[in-house]
């Protein structure tokens, strides 16, 4: 059973908070990035987590790949179309405790002004006091998503008959947040 002190209200932290996304490129390698945190609040109930709420917003202008030409592409009417739809949210409709440290997070995401509901296996990984005498508590999970359910259909086809980025595209979460005083 994770800690009942986990009852609370948090802000995540964007230096310590990474939402990534891996996609395959050209079916024989991943292509790996992220986008930044524009707000990100959470209330949890140890209780009754069913009562738990989540809210996250994430800047599509800032996402990163590594790779410039890549980034200001995704931004495009192609892939994220950053100037119509700026961001990405999520808010959740349930929290379930699985058992021991797993938690079930299921909401709307929105991408691309398209709300599918997800649902984000999420592991507790600690609670801490950092440095400042804050209180900060951990998880981190992943869960795969279809582009095209999402209005993400750019592709190009392969030489070989295959084509050039996967329709999956497993979403990474490792989450850092500081309990409001």
Not at 88 to 102: C, E, Q
Not at 126 to 144: N, P, Y
Not at 150 to 155: E, K, L, P, V
Request: proline share 3%; hydrophobic share 40%; aromatic share 8%.
């Amino acid at each position: 059973m994770y800690p009942s002190d986990l009852t609370g209200t948090y802000t995540l932290d964007p230096a310590h908070t990474r939402f990534g996304f891996v996609a395959r490129h050209a079916m024989v390698t991943k292509v790996r990035g992220s986008i930044p945190v524009k707000e990100a609040t959470a209330s949890l109930d140890a209780d009754d987590p069913a009562a738990s709420t989540v809210h996250v917003v994430l800047d599509v202008a800032g996402i990163q790949t590594g790779n410039q030409h890549r980034d200001d592409h995704l931004r495009t009417g192609d892939f994220l179309d950053a100037a119509a739809h700026p961001y990405i949210t999520f808010d959740a409709t349930d929290v379930k405790h699985i058992g021991g440290d797993s938690f079930e997070v299921t909401g709307e995401l929105t991408i691309r002004g398209v709300t599918r509901r997800i649902t984000v296996p999420l592991d507790y990984t600690g609670t801490a006091l950092d440095a400042q005498g804050l209180t900060r508590v951990g998880f981190e999970g992943s869960t795969v998503i279809n582009r095209k359910d999402f209005g993400i259909t750019y592709n190009a086809v392969l030489e070989t008959g295959g084509v050039m980025i996967s329709e999956k595209v497993t979403l990474e979460f490792d989450l850092s947040a500081v309990k409001d005083a």
